[in-house]
């Protein structure tokens, strides 16, 4: 297992991240998992024994349920708390009241204390905004975080699911006013959803924010365990939670392309899968979230797969975004204007 930091920070997070939200199975998060604790706490001691240092879950998750066994599986784990990296979010309904969701001041204050409850913890080392809020202004929420972490109950905070000019706003206020800022994103990206790539992946570069992928399956598509026709395993998540939205056929000529690797290998498509989206320079930790034992070893084994040039420029290719604009007009500008690699510019 290897270790990255978590952003623009000295934390040291492992590139793989065990995600919870297949614990509990509490109202529609059914539709994802339905972990007991037992099963729970075999998973998280297993991660734990393969060097997993990086826990994530949600206060939405299975209703708060999940939050709950995960606290619990951490103190049966019997492992030091200050040698796991707990991570929650916070934005989701949590009740039917009109002010039980968001991210204002108040629900993120009312989410931190629930949290830390149903955890059985006094901190949490990552808090996250689960979603871009249409209604609060930015700087109500990067306050908030700010006085959480001034107030110990958060060392580092981050995002989800935001947009870029979202992101860079954020950064934007929180450098003017001294604040916090926002250390890692966590966001869909796989060999089948390479869209981060367009806007968001030279902002995480530029600006040194650190990135955890969820779905790196891409729902479980990319276990090569489906085929064109949507035959599947019987039970997967897909036939009752078809989500995130993916291009099939551009997905299917991805698994083409990473069966004939995995074979080579001796290895799992869904191994393979893992192992591309870790290559990338710019990806600080991959969420997996299993819900057998063997699924769980399965995926810490492609913490271990190391793609060669060649497979990882095979992959690119088979999987590379559409033109779209302005990034075709700005790399035909770019190419125009470049000069020749033979010709030595000229000293004035």
Same mark, same amino acid.
């Given at each position: 297992?290897?270790?990255?930091?978590?952003?623009?920070?000295?934390?040291?997070?492992?590139?793989?991240?065990?995600?919870?939200?297949?614990?509990?199975?509490?109202?529609?998060?059914?539709? &994802?998992?339905? =972990? *007991? !604790?037992?099963?729970?706490?075999?998973?998280?001691? #297993? %991660? +734990?024994?393969?060097? /997993?240092?990086?826990?994530?879950?949600?206060?939405?998750?299975?209703?708060?349920?999940?939050?709950?066994?995960?606290?619990?599986?951490?103190?049966?784990?019997?492992?030091?708390?200050?040698?796991?990296?707990?991570?929650?979010?916070?934005?989701?309904?949590?009740?039917?009241?009109?002010?039980?969701?968001?991210?204002?001041?108040?629900?993120?204050?009312?989410?931190?204390?629930?949290?830390?409850?149903?955890?059985?913890?006094?901190?949490?080392?990552?808090?996250? &905004?689960?979603? =871009? *809020? !249409?209604?609060?202004?930015?700087?109500?929420?990067? #306050? %908030? +975080?700010?006085?959480? /972490?001034?107030?110990?109950?958060?060392?580092?905070?981050?995002?989800?699911?935001?947009?870029?000019?979202?992101?860079?706003?954020?950064?934007?206020?929180?450098?003017?006013?001294?604040?916090?800022?926002?250390?890692?994103?966590?966001?869909?990206?796989?060999?089948?959803?390479?869209?981060?790539?367009?806007?968001?992946?030279?902002?995480?570069?530029?600006?040194?924010?650190?990135?955890?992928?969820?779905?790196?399956?891409?729902?479980?598509?990319?276990?090569?365990?489906?085929?064109?026709?949507?035959?599947?395993?019987?039970?997967?998540?897909?036939?009752?939670?078809?989500?995130?939205? /993916?291009?099939?056929?551009?997905?299917?000529?991805?698994?083409?392309?990473?069966?004939?690797?995995?074979?080579?290998?001796?290895?799992?498509?869904?191994?393979?899968?893992?192992?591309?989206?870790?290559?990338?320079?710019?990806?600080?930790?991959?969420?997996?979230?299993?819900?057998?034992?063997?699924?769980?070893?399965?995926?810490?084994?492609?913490?271990?797969?190391?793609?060669?040039?060649?497979?990882?420029?095979?992959?690119?290719?088979?999987?590379?975004?559409?033109?779209?604009?302005?990034?075709?007009?700005?790399?035909?500008?770019?190419?125009?204007?470049?000069?020749?690699?033979?010709?030595?510019?000229?000293?004035?």
């Amino acid at each position: 297992m290897r270790y990255r930091t978590l952003g623009n920070t000295g934390l040291l997070v492992s590139e793989i991240c065990l995600g919870t939200m297949t614990f509990g199975g509490r109202g529609f998060w059914s539709a &994802i998992g339905g =972990l *007991d !604790q037992s099963l729970a706490d075999r998973i998280v001691g #297993r %991660a +734990l024994d393969a060097g /997993v240092n990086f826990i994530d879950t949600a206060d939405v998750y299975s209703e708060g349920l999940s939050e709950e066994i995960t606290g619990r599986a951490i103190r049966n784990s019997a492992r030091s708390r200050s040698d796991l990296v707990l991570a929650t979010k916070v934005f989701g309904p949590t009740g039917p009241g009109a002010n039980d969701r968001g991210a204002s001041r108040g629900h993120i204050m009312d989410g931190i204390k629930a949290s830390l409850k149903r955890l059985g913890t006094d901190y949490v080392d990552l808090y996250q &905004i689960h979603a =871009l *809020d !249409q209604i609060t202004p930015l700087e109500e929420t990067l #306050r %908030a +975080l700010e006085d959480l /972490v001034r107030q110990g109950h958060v060392r580092y905070v981050g995002v989800s699911n935001w947009s870029a000019w979202a992101l860079m706003k954020a950064l934007g206020i929180a450098e003017r006013h001294g604040w916090v800022r926002p250390a890692m994103l966590q966001a869909y990206y796989s060999i089948a959803g390479r869209d981060l790539e367009r806007e968001i992946v030279p902002l995480l570069e530029s600006e040194r924010v650190g990135l955890m992928v969820w779905s790196p399956l891409a729902g479980g598509l990319l276990s090569g365990k489906f085929t064109r026709s949507g035959e599947g395993p019987a039970g997967a998540r897909r036939a009752s939670f078809d989500f995130p939205p /993916v291009n099939r056929e551009r997905l299917f000529d991805c698994v083409d392309v990473m069966r004939k690797i995995a074979e080579a290998r001796g290895v799992s498509v869904a191994r393979i899968a893992l192992a591309y989206v870790l290559a990338k320079p710019f990806v600080t930790s991959v969420i997996i979230g299993a819900k057998t034992l063997e699924q769980l070893e399965d995926n810490l084994a492609a913490a271990a797969v190391r793609l060669s040039g060649a497979e990882l420029a095979e992959l690119d290719a088979v999987s590379a975004l559409p033109p779209e604009y302005p990034g075709w007009m700005i790399e035909f500008q770019h190419q125009r204007s470049r000069l020749p690699e033979d010709k030595p510019q000229e000293k004035k």
